[in-house]
């Protein structure tokens, strides 16, 4: 049997008498990459925001590994494998690419004791490995405010990377992006889901299409359906919720 990674339970999350999460229940397997898409007020950002800590459930759990992360503090599960990736980049911009990298890849973890220490060959190894997985190795010296957008998310999937989670939470890496930077993102995220298990926010069906085995759909704070793009794509429940149009 496949081990779980991350399992919600008869989630409810309320805000006075709003139900932004309502009795979900979900599952992930370990090495999973998994897309959740939903319209706007489904409750796909409480949900990230539940995993992480940041919004206490009303009732029911989220387990991780099978350990409860109910009441356990945001810089906690951190530190024992959940990673989130912001819709916005959150870069160091006066830094170069190689600098946010080994920042985050650095012990010590601050900008100062980063920049003038001598660093171990076995950082450089890994920085060198971030680089060349987020495509950025060309650019490893040049300010994180000179890059485009698109490289801006790149760069901050390096970084969520380099705090080695075993869960990426990434909130809409292509929004804003070009075709060919959209692609850039899937591959990447591809090149992760073989050592990482992947939960993907996103809007853009086309680049769903590119990454997702499987697609959970939310709407009203609770799990529409699950399924391939295909299965879900041709569910008359979800084309009502999308667009409107029932039987």
Known sequence: MVEKILEIQNLTVSFDDFKALNNLNFSMDIGELRVIIGPNGAGKTTFLDVITGKVQPTTGKVLFKGKSLTKMPENKIASIGIGRKFQTPR???NLTVRENLDLIIN????????????VPVAEVRSVAGLLEIIGLIGKANIKAAFLSHGEKQRLEIGMLVAQSPDLLLIDEPVAGLTDEETENIGSILLNLAASHSVIVIEHDMEFVRQIAKKVTVLHQGSVLCEGTMDEVQNDPRVIEVYLGISD
């Open 91 to 93: 870069v160091y911009l």
């Open 107 to 118: 012990r010590h973890k601050g900008i100062i004791p980063t920049l003038f220490r001598k």
